[in-house]
């Protein structure tokens, strides 16, 4: 199956020669990332999984998670928009929106209730308590 191409690929380069204005690159330079491009880092301890998520140029707000037993769900909706002050002559005016999601499976179902999510300076922090085992019980018969 042929790969699809994005904004700023060799696409774009071969073609800029034929049609210049035709093939015009946005004014942000940058494409919408893809799911790919939420690069994670998981770690684990005794009591805890600990991930690293790089979701840049992301507001805070925007940012979704959601684990439903052992799967989370990293969601962030991206929004680009270019800003006109007063006096100026708008030409072109691009804005981007969209989302972008992925999931990971972790090996142990993970405690909703005491997990936690810290975002700074691009990097999304959540540490997932596992959930305790109750281990096995024996059950009377009646």
Avoid: W
């Amino acid at each position: 199956m042929a790969s699809q191409l994005t904004r700023g690929s060799l696409f774009d380069d071969i073609f800029k020669e034929f049609a210049p204005g035709y093939f015009i690159k946005p004014l942000h330079g940058d494409p919408l990332p893809s799911a790919a491009q939420i690069k994670i880092d998981v770690k684990e301890t005794d009591a805890a999984y600990v991930v690293q998520a790089e979701v840049p140029g992301v507001a805070k707000e925007d940012i979704h998670v959601s684990i439903d037993g052992s799967v989370v769900t990293l969601r962030a909706e991206i929004k680009q928009a270019d800003s006109q002050t007063e006096g100026e002559k708008v030409l072109r005016s691009e804005r981007y929106f969209g989302a972008v999601s992925r999931s990971f499976q972790l090996p142990q179902d993970i405690d909703q209730a005491t997990s936690k999510a810290k975002y700074d300076s691009g990097v999304l922090t959540l540490t997932l308590n596992k959930k305790q085992a109750n281990g096995s019980q024996r059950l009377a018969i009646e």
